[in-house]
Antibody
Framework: QVQLQESGPGLVKPSETLSLTCAVSGYSISSDYYWGWIRQPPGKGLEWIGSIYHSENTYYDPSLKSRVTISVDTSKNRFSLKLTSVTAADTAVYYC????????????WGQGTLVTVSS | DIQMTQSPSSLSASVGDRVTITCQASQDISIYLNWYQQKPGKAPKLLIYDVSNLETGVPSRFSGSGSGTDFTFTISSLQPEDTATYYCQQYDILPSYTFGQGTKLEIK
């Protein structure tokens, strides 16, 4: 059974870069499947950030595209999120997830990690 | 961008009731509509994918239907453990993924 676990700083200063990692166990990330990041501001709904496929094909939400990078480290079986120039609006619980086999949905999720942007 | 309009935003129902949530897309999304359940402090859980397919292990009281732009999620007989927020989610071939605003379901 695949398991995902997010990690990274819980507090980031405005204008700095948010960096999170998702450790994957129970499945090789270099095999098939898309891997993605979704966030949820406190008390609000879900927002897709972006996804990666086969370590090199990346897809981002247009509203975040200029600030987001998703990458894969196959040697450590994990993938990462970097979001630059953060503001308070980026405060959210960040989830990593594995897409469904067809890519259209998210079948396996990490528990989520709260990142607060504040000075 | 495809927009998703989910309704109602909240509802309260009794154990045993039939509950329906709707999701409308701003344009035809074919079969690429999924439903999730999220309990407080937890990650979302996929319940139904591609309109009407039940994810493994999900109780059969949950179901989905629809096509094109209009979709429905139904709980046939509400149980106490179904208290949660439910989200629809569409997939566009770009790819892009958009969630509905969510429906908070409470037990009377």
């Amino acid at each position: 059974q695949v398991q995902l676990q997010e990690s990274g700083p819980g507090l980031v200063k405005p204008s700095e870069t948010l960096s999170l990692t998702c450790a994957v166990s129970g499945y090789s990330i270099s095999s098939d499947y898309y891997w993605g990041w979704i966030r949820q501001p406190p008390g609000k709904g879900l927002e897709w950030i972006g996804s990666i496929y086969h370590s090199e094909n990346t897809y981002y939400d247009p509203s975040l595209k200029s600030r987001v990078t998703i990458s894969v480290d196959t040697s450590k079986n994990r993938f990462s999120l970097k979001l630059t120039s953060v503001t308070a609006a980026d405060t959210a619980v960040y989830y990593c997830a594995r897409h469904c086999s067809g890519g259209s949905c998210f079948s396996n999720w990490g528990q989520g990690t709260l990142v607060t942007v504040s000075s | 961008d495809i927009q998703m309009t989910q309704s109602p935003s909240s509802l309260s129902a009794s154990v045993g009731d039939r509950v329906t949530i709707t999701c409308q897309a701003s344009q035809d999304i074919s079969i690429y509509l999924n439903w999730y359940q999220q309990k407080p402090g937890k990650a979302p859980k996929l319940l139904i994918y591609d309109v009407s397919n039940l994810e493994t292990g999900v109780p059969s009281r949950f179901s989905g239907s629809g096509s094109g732009t209009d979709f429905t999620f139904t709980i046939s007989s509400l149980q106490p453990e179904d208290t949660a927020t439910y989200y629809c989610q569409q997939y566009d071939i770009l790819p892009s993924y958009t969630f509905g605003q969510g429906t908070k379901l409470e037990i009377k």
